[in-house]
């Protein structure tokens, strides 16, 4: 009798013992696996839940959860009887409002960006005056959350150049994408940045993600990017008003080392690098065309 004979004779002999012991064993196999189903869901409830609070993705948000906090210990950001007074901004009429707005417009988009400025010095109260403008940004419960980082040392801005053209290098070898990089082409641009230590000043715009509260406790800033971007576009829009240029640089790679340099702490990170000062004489920009008003605005 070979084996495979032996095994058949022996389920026939055996067979409700065989498919009793089959019987358990699904029977288990289920329960297990049941189980192992149960716990799944359970963790994957609890991950959902907790993309509800931190975004999706899993990127942390600016609000974490704090439901560990003792309530007796929460208090708002800014003082909970802050005093609200009358605000009563002056009251134009109609024909002034859409005059503004053709003012503001018309000036607006001359705004372009450059990549050749003249080393003409700008006057340290004109540069106060920028930076204190971007500080009227809404934030999200006021806490705003920006640093403003005003380079006009020579020495410094030369390090900040040779970091960033290090970075850039890789970026357009390696790191970014073939059709990035051509996109890129119209414009001109390489890794080698001469503005960096051409313009008479360099405003590094860092976002903080958190701060620390007078009680050593930690301080969370809500829509900390939106905050900051909001911050940067009024930088951008003051600029032009005073009859200066910039341009919107965002180095890739390049945070952590220049945060180090620059001796920010760790809960900053850099969001936008913008070379201020007069246009060269020479400077040219792309004859671009922008949108238009069907293309950006829905009427409803």
Same mark, same amino acid.
């Given at each position: 009798?070979?084996?495979?004979?032996?095994?058949?004779?022996?389920?026939?002999?055996?067979?409700?013992?065989?498919?009793?012991?089959?019987?358990?064993?699904?029977?288990?196999?289920?329960?297990?696996?049941?189980?192992?189903?149960?716990?799944?869901?359970?963790?994957?409830?609890?991950?959902?839940?907790?993309?509800?609070?931190?975004?999706?993705?899993?990127?942390?948000?600016?609000?974490?959860? #704090?439901?560990?906090?003792?309530?007796?210990?929460?208090?708002?950001?800014?003082?909970? #009887?802050?005093?609200?007074?009358?605000?009563?901004?002056?009251?134009?009429?109609?024909?002034?409002?859409?005059?503004?707005?053709?003012?503001?417009?018309?000036?607006?988009?001359?705004?372009?960006?450059?990549?050749?400025?003249?080393?003409?010095?700008?006057?340290?109260?004109?540069?106060?005056?920028?930076?204190?403008?971007?500080?009227?940004?809404?934030?999200?419960?006021?806490?705003?959350?920006?640093?403003?980082?005003?380079?006009?040392?020579?020495?410094?801005?030369?390090?900040?150049?040779?970091?960033?053209?290090?970075?850039?290098?890789?970026?357009?070898?390696?790191?970014?994408?073939?059709?990035?990089?051509?996109?890129?082409?119209?414009?001109?641009?390489?890794?080698?940045?001469?503005?960096?230590?051409?313009?008479?000043?360099?405003?590094?715009?860092?976002?903080?993600?958190?701060?620390?509260?007078?009680?050593?406790?930690?301080?969370?800033?809500?829509?900390?990017?939106?905050?900051?971007?909001?911050?940067?576009?009024?930088?951008?829009?003051?600029?032009?008003?005073?009859?200066?240029?910039?341009?919107?640089?965002?180095?890739?790679?390049?945070?952590?080392?220049?945060?180090?340099?620059?001796?920010?702490?760790?809960?900053?990170?850099?969001?936008?690098?913008?070379?201020?000062?007069?246009?060269?004489?020479?400077?040219?920009?792309?004859?671009?065309?922008?949108? #238009?008003?069907?293309?950006?605005?829905?009427?409803?």
């Amino acid at each position: 009798m070979n084996i495979i004979s032996l095994a058949i004779w022996t389920l026939e002999k055996n067979c409700f013992i065989v498919y009793s012991g089959l019987i358990v064993c699904f029977i288990a196999f289920t329960l297990y696996h049941k189980h192992r189903l149960d716990a799944f869901y359970s963790e994957a409830e609890k991950k959902k839940e907790k993309l509800a609070r931190t975004g999706t993705g899993g990127k942390a948000r600016d609000f974490p959860d #704090d439901a560990d906090d003792d309530p007796d210990l929460l208090v708002p950001a800014i003082p909970e #009887d802050t005093p609200h007074i009358p605000y009563r901004p002056p009251r134009r009429s109609d024909d002034e409002v859409l005059e503004k707005s053709r003012e503001y417009y018309k000036l607006m988009a001359e705004r372009r960006t450059v990549r050749s400025f003249s080393p003409e010095p700008i006057p340290q109260e004109v540069l106060d005056n920028l930076i204190k403008t971007a500080g009227t940004s809404p934030s999200g419960a006021h806490t705003e959350p920006w640093t403003f980082v005003v380079v006009q040392d020579q020495e410094m801005k030369t390090a900040i150049r040779e970091i960033v053209e290090e970075e850039e290098e890789l970026n357009y070898s390696k790191r970014m994408s073939r059709q990035w990089v051509t996109d890129l082409k119209p414009f001109a641009t390489k890794h080698v940045k001469p503005y960096l230590t051409e313009a008479p000043a360099i405003v590094l715009v860092f976002r903080q993600t958190h701060s620390w509260r007078d009680d050593g406790k930690k301080k969370m800033h809500y829509y900390s990017e939106i905050s900051t971007a909001i911050a940067a576009g009024i930088l951008l829009a003051a600029i032009q008003y005073c009859g200066l240029v910039a341009l919107t640089s965002t180095p890739l790679n390049c945070n952590a080392r220049l945060r180090d340099l620059l001796c920010r702490p760790l809960n900053e990170r850099l969001e936008l690098l913008l070379p201020v000062g007069r246009p060269h004489e020479d400077t040219t920009v792309p004859d671009l065309k922008r949108k #238009d008003l069907e293309e950006i605005m829905v009427k409803i």
